[in-house]
């Protein structure tokens, strides 16, 4: 209602641009001509030409379009229009205008229009419908932004329940509630394309609906190109200690998967959690696990696809990969290396510049999200991110994770021996592998698992034996040798910052 309600304003003000950003042309057409009054609406685009949408009465003409000319070029169209004054008390619909506004003739000819409105020798009110937002700096001043609003979960149960009536069937309650969340994000034509193609498939309303939401879902960020959709496989038992964490994590999950209830009882959306410490010892695993703890998809943000070669790409995309993620909510949102994403902060030189300002729209979005996207941000070194990213309210809290403990190398040993060998797992002394893998990873350790089955099998064993087990050990250098002293500065870093410990 939002969007109706700007639109109307706007077009009472006689705004001279409004420009819809958005994929569903066939709403905003709809909206705008059920709040034009009695002001007849021409609309221009490439196939078609000129169409009269709405006569004098203010009756809608949206099935029946009537073609005022199939040849005309949006150049003559505009410059006939604004001369002749065949735009005096209409409203103006430009489709696909985006690379149009690229020609300085055509961003000369718009000029001189929203002059003429501006000036009162025109009544008229241009509204341009396109997917792409290019604004030229020539038509900043006259040009009001307005963007697609997506349907709120009653609209979309409103939606569903006419379509059931339509359709002369019925659905339960539970899976409706369950629909209108997976359907949040999706325009109200895909909404209708989706519904339309499960009942279909079924003759009903299914569990198997959610899949093609989920796949819609997930040709939006393919077609985006900016976020990443990561399958998830791992799950919490996949990781070996961590405990804290753990804890901590599915007490968001059981927030996260009763939102309304919690929303209810005071309980406040969880922002997310920044996970720091050492290489290979698990951080980017719990984010793929807690995806699946929440049962909601996994998005990825490299900040390497955001980065644009023209002036202002980089935050439109910014932009744009923000509003996907809010698209898809309820969501995991991981940024993995966050302090290679926003290296160079504060620093001289184009490239310091943009990543300062798009550090600064992410950090304002954190504080001010109010969407279901769960943000898991993993680092490896704390000391070089900004301060400003670990002030309160940017994320829940903040854990770090230290190289596993006896009992958790127990654990990992556990876990990637079951998985690679179940059948000689009760054959193997773990409790021996532990004690000589002081200082080791759990990435090591997986490594180490590897490495003996692969060894057992290439020397035509039936088994593997923790002889195998020592032997990968010992030609395996441990990554706290590696790193040295490294890793105790890290550490000692985050306990002076007061950092939650994960185990």
Partial sequence: MMFEERLREYIDANVPIVYIAGYDDKSAVETILKVTGRRRVWEWNRMFGVMDRKDITGKKSVEKKEILNSDISLEKFILSGVRDGDFDEKIVIVKDVASYLEDDDMIALFKNACLRIEEGLLDTVFIFISSTLTVPKELEKYITILEEEFLSEDGIKEKIDLFIEEQNSEIYEKLKEEMAIAFKGLSALEIDTILSLAFSKNGELTKETLDLIMEQKKQMIQKAGILEMIPIKESMEDIGGLNVLKEWLGKKARVLNNMKEAEKFGVELPKGVLIAGVPGCGKSLNAKASAKLFNVPLLKLDMGRLMGKYVGESEKNMRQAIALAEAIAPCVLWIDELEKAFSGIGGNGGGAE?????????????????????????????????????????????FYVQLPNTEERHKIFEIHINKRRPMDLQKINIQELVEKTDGYSGADIEGVVKEAVENAYVKGNTEVTTTDFIEAIEATHSLKEIMGDSITELEKQYKERKFKSAS
Wanted: no cysteine; hydrophobic share 45%.
């Fill in 354 to 398: 943009v990543t300062t300002r798009l550090f600064g729209q992410f950090l304002t979005w954190m504080q001010d999200k109010e969407s279901a996207v769960f943000v898991v941000a993993t680092a490896n070194d704390i000391m070089k991110l900004p301060p400003e990213l670990m002030r309160k309210g940017r994320f829940d809290e903040i």
